[in-house]
Every structure is written in structure tokens, then in C-alpha cells.
């Protein structure tokens, strides 16, 4: 598997690291802060095309493949872990579905303004009920002349408040099991859709966490996004790609901890010289670059796999988000160790990489979750 990037792929990292770096990283603690990602700055990420990167030009994308995708979102993320989460979302959870089992209608008219960032989209499966089992959905749809009527509720919906459009999973016969599972694209101007209450977070504080009500609102058949009765495949084929997104994420903030914690061991001095030069000190950081890396390898190939589309990468997408997830959150402790009482505190940048890495191995499958996809998937070789 060749890890070359190309001249184009080069070129686009190399321009979001500068401007996540003058951008987005010198105001990521305030964004915190005041829980909310300003418009403007998501205005200028869908002027450099960060919005719909992997989506045709002609669907108003940039055209670009996953890797691209996953390197733009590791250096988005390295500067702030919750401007990279609404990015991912927009692009992964959202954009990734309706690119892959839209009609070239549903492109036109969900997909493009999305990837040009005039109206963002959300991804709406969770709900009170149903978490790790992600099948087992209480909102309904029900057939109403020729569209569904849709009831029910989501939870911990990423983009809920700043999004305008959104994928809603619902059951429409419950005796079916998964298979009675819909996809459906919903406007959020539709009446009877609301935004619930804003979740009150421990990390990531500016991207906006949302429930979302839906009662009695009415959708037509043409919103419904692949076949009905297989809302089950546009879930879990979108978790798989939406894995690799949250393991560049991961990624980011290891690579902000390195940095930080690098420069940091350099300044601080104890016993009469830097506590870079204290061994237990230098494994610490030895440690924390080794498991970037090898989170870096696992990463990349599962992006690759996807964008080479020859087959499932299921597999691959979870042993990344595994292992990417729990190095994120090893790294962020050594980090905080590393600068000692004062990592400790909201001064330091630290002390925000820490809290936002502890939600990676939770959301969008958690490691437990990924470890049963991983035994199942090698299981199936085997048998």
C-alpha cells in the first residue's frame, strides 16, 4: 500500500495546516469558551472547499478523494478538535450518504448547497433508547398518501442547532427488525421539526449537541434516501467512513498534545535544567510519538481502502478508530503529566485536548463496539 501522498494531496494539507494555524487555532479557546463555532469561520472552511471535499464538482464538492479528506480534518482538528467535528459531520456523516445512495436530484438539492457550505446537514440516528444498539429506534414513520409522517426523538445530535437539513432514521414496521429501518432527508424548516435542548458537554464545548423532536412531520416520498426498509445499510456503511473521520480527530489532538508538550518540557525547568532532559520525561514524549504514528498508519489505510473502493473496509475503519481513539486520550494524559499541575488548568491548551479526547472513544461506535466489529469481521474469515 503506497502512503505517498500526491502533489495535490500535499498541497491541501499544507494549506489548511497554515490556515487552521491562523485561523482557527489562536481563538479555539475561546470558542470553547463561549460553546459555539462563530458562522463566519465555517463561511471561510467552504470557501477553501473543507465542506464537501470528497464530493464531485459538479455537487459543488472539491472533488478530492478520502485521504485528502482525512489529512484536511487532522490539521483542522490539531487546532480544534470541535471546528473538526462539525467539518466531519457535514462531510462524512451527511455528505457521505447522500453521495453514495442519493438520486442525482437528492444531490442537487441536499447534497450541493451542503458541500458549499450554505446549509449544513446532521446525522440523526441515536436516540434515548437506542445507543450501541443503533437499530432499535422508537421514531416512526408512517405512510401517509403518497410520503411518511415521522414521530419521535434523536439524541446527541453534532450540528443539531447550526445545521439546517438532516438524515433522520426511523422504523417504519417494527416487526421487521433492522430491515424496517428508513433513511429519510428532512429540512429542518419542516413544520413540527424542533430543536430540543442544547446537551451540557464535558469537552468539545463548541460544537453544539443537540436533541431533536419530530412530531407529526410530514415528508414525501422522494425524501427517502436509498430504498426503503434498508435504512440499515446507509447507517452502517456512513458509520464505517464517519470511523476513519473520527480517527483522523483523534489524530489531530495527539499531534496538538505532542507539540505542546514538546515545547513545553523545552521551557520548563526544575533542578536547574529543562525536565526535557529528564529521561522519564523523554519516554513520555518518545511513547506519545511512536502511537501517533502507528494511530497515523492504521488511519490512512483505512482511508485509502475506502477511497480505492474495491470493497468493505469495515474491518479496517474500526481497528483505526480503536486504536486512534484510546492513543488520543494515553497521549492527552501524558501531556497533562508532562506539564504537571499546570496542564491542569483552563490557561494551558492541554487541559482542552484532554477533555475533548475523552469523548473519541464514545461517539459513533465505542471501543467496546469497535472490538465486537473487529472479532466479528475476522470471524467471518475464518469460518
Known sequence: MDFNLTDEQKALRDMVRDFAAKEIAPRAQAFDEQGAIPKALLDQMAGLGLMGICVPSEYGGAGMDYLAYILALEEVCRASASVGLAMTVNNT??????????????????????????????????????????????????KD???????????????????????????????????????????????????GKKERKMGLLASDTCEMILENVRVRADQVLGKVGE??????????????????????????CLDAATAYAKRRFQFGKPIAEFQAIQWMLADMATEIEAARLLT???????????????????????????????????????????????DYPVERYFRDARATPLYEGTSEIQRLVIARELLKETA
Open 93 to 142: 456523516l451527511y455528505g457521505d450518504p447522500l453521495l453514495r445512495f442519493g438520486t442525482h436530484e437528492q444531490k442537487l438539492s441536499w447534497l450541493a448547497p451542503a458541500a458549499r457550505g450554505e446549509r449544513l446537514g446532521c446525522y440523526c440516528l441515536t436516540e434515548p433508547g437506542s445507543g450501541s444498539d443503533a437499530m432499535a429506534l422508537s421514531t416512526t414513520a408512517v
Open 145 to 195: 398518501g403518497d410520503g411518511y409522517v415521522l414521530n419521535g426523538s434523536k439524541l446527541f445530535i453534532t450540528n443539531g442547532a447550526i445545521s439546517s437539513q438532516a438524515i433522520i432514521f426511523a422504523t417504519i414496521d417494527k416487526s421487521k427488525g433492522h430491515k424496517g429501518v428508513t433513511a429519510f432527508l428532512v429540512d429542518k424548516a419542516t413544520p413540527g421539526f424542533s430543536v
Open 231 to 256: 435504512g440499515y445499510k446507509v447507517a452502517f456503511s456512513t458509520l464505517d467512513a464517519g470511523r476513519i473521520g473520527i480517527a483522523a480527530q483523534s489524530l489531530g489532538i495527539a499531534e496538538a
Open 300 to 346: 490512512y489505510r483505512a482511508a485509502l481502502l475506502k477511497a480505492e473502493g474495491q470493497g468493505r473496509y469495515t474491518r479496517e475503519a474500526s481497528m483505526a478508530k480503536l486504536y486512534a481513539s484510546e492513543m488520543g486520550n494515553r497521549v492527552a494524559s501524558h501531556a497533562m503529566q508532562i506539564y504537571g499541575g499546570s496542564g491542569y488548568m483552563k
